[in-house]
């Protein structure tokens, strides 16, 4: 099956002022992680942000720590960074489908993140993917944040949306 390797992407957005993101990694399966990670670093540093990163165990746990260190205002935009490899069981599909789906809450309540949790079904696929001279999965998902983050600089909470969403 031929993988969507050529796709189009987008000029990372002219950002106003400094942008401070946070990358939120599950190492599960580290090598992987370290990999999206140099990608995450390359995309920050070619947008003049800052970066900080933590770690939580799993993919699970990761839209939960997005969320608490969203509250503490300290941070412009997230980067979610994990690997779920099926195994025997449908353990996999929660993984994948409770970690994605409270990502994309977390964005419709006004966080801006870019999901980078890969969801594969071997560990070559994860390799391919993970590496920033690869699919850089990493760097695409640090993108993704900055470009929301821009978004939510172009549109600016107002007296009526004050105490709205995240
Ligand atoms: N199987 C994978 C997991 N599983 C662990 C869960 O994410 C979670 O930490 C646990 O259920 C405790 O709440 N996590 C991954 O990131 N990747 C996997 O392949
Ligand atoms: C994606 C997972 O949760 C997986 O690692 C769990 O493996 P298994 O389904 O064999 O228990």
Redesign the pocket.
Known sequence: MASNTQHHELALPRLDGPVRLLAVV?P??KDITDGLLQGVRATADAAGASLEVIEV?????IPTAVGLAHRSGQYDGFVAL????R?ETT??DT?CND?SRALTLLGLQGVCLGNGILTVETLAQAQVRADPAGQNKGGGAAAAALHLVALARRWPRTEQTQGQGA
């Open positions: 599950a599960y399966y165990p799993g993919a699970l746990e994990g690997c779920v490899i195994g353990h996999y993984v970690s």
